[in-house]
């Protein structure tokens, strides 16, 4: 028999996660104070080869390969955080999990 909380979904609805943290810095080999950003992906540059291969292939008549998905299942987002050590200047992301909403506090 499957229990109760096997069928309850966990939707973390928001978490306040400091400006500053202090956790372990892989080159300094200790613990050090970190800046806490949200990271962001980059802006795609269009004159990339991998960008002119994708256009070239959807140029002409029945151009689109793939079906674009207009309806999504999911109403969360895993957040990656930013965390640039203070001391050394090293930057390493952590993986988050699934939220609706994050705020840097
Ligand atoms: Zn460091």
Do not use: W
Not at 30 to 38: F, G, I, K, M, N
Request: charged fraction near 35%; include cysteine.
């Amino acid at each position: 028999m499957r229990s109760f909380y096997g069928k309850l979904k966990l939707v973390v609805n928001k978490v306040n996660v400091p400006k500053e943290v202090k956790t372990y810095c892989p080159k300094c080999k200790d613990h050090e104070a970190h800046a806490v950003t949200l990271y962001k992906a980059g802006k795609r540059r269009a004159l990339a080869v991998g960008e002119r291969a994708h256009a070239r292939e959807k140029k002409g008549y029945g151009g689109q390969k793939y079906a674009l998905q207009h309806e999504f299942a999911k109403t969360t987002k895993k957040q990656t955080l930013r965390l640039k050590c203070k001391k050394c200047g090293y930057m390493r992301h952590k993986d988050g999990i699934r939220l609706r909403k994050l705020a840097l506090v």
